[in-house]
């Protein structure tokens, strides 16, 4: 069984700075892509940041500059450090990774994780 679990989420003012994290567990043979993709009340999910096993990297063009996304390979983790956070921020972020497992390819996610900026 693989599992992904968030952490790192919580409430910070306009400006602020918070770092998600992300951690794959269980029968992992491979891990291809892993990314950070957010929810707001009302909105469609939408891709935040993903990051390719060697390093290639993608944005959504509202946080380019201010979001930066980082992988582990060798523990399995992802992290997503976020900085100026802004009320538009706003969201559930959920945790995505594309893994190989003993049952072959699949796409997790995790359970998400709330980031609330407000004054």
């Known amino acids: 069984q693989v599992q992904l679990v968030e952490s790192g989420g919580g409430l910070v003012q306009p400006g602020g700075s918070l770092r998600l994290s992300c951690a794959a567990s269980?029968?992992?043979?491979?891990?291809?892509?892993m990314g950070w993709y957010r929810q707001a009340p009302g909105k469609q999910r939408e891709l935040v940041a993903a990051a390719t096993r060697d390093g290639s990297k993608d944005y959504l063009d509202f946080v380019k500059g201010r979001f930066t996304i980082s992988r582990d390979n060798a523990r399995n983790l992802v992290y997503l450090e976020m900085n100026s956070l802004e009320p538009e921020d706003t969201a559930v972020y959920y945790c995505?990774?594309?893994?190989?497992?003993?049952?072959?390819?699949?796409?997790?996610w995790g359970q998400g994780t709330q980031v609330t900026v407000s004054s």
């Open positions: 995505n990774a594309n893994i190989k497992s003993y049952d072959g390819w699949r796409t997790y």
């Open positions: 269980g029968s992992i043979v491979q891990i291809a892509n």
